[in-house]
């Protein structure tokens, strides 16, 4: 019999098995996977940019009024 995948959590790092019986996946638990939308939410995560994309197009965006 073949032996079911198991991932880590990204939030806590404890084993998850991949299937149907992890809904969360490839969170352990719904409260890991609110921790991670929170972190995201919060900024600190981030997916890296290209500065040469992000100054190219960095004059077709409306100047930031703060």
Sequence with gaps: MNKPTTVECPTCGAPVEWGAQSPSRPFCSERCKLIDLGAWA??????AGDLVDDE????DLPPQRH
Excluded: D, P, R
């Excluded at 919060?42 to 997916?47: G, K, M, R, S, V």
């Design 56 to 59: 190219l197009f960095s004059n």
């Design 42 to 47: 919060a900024e600190e995560h981030a997916i």
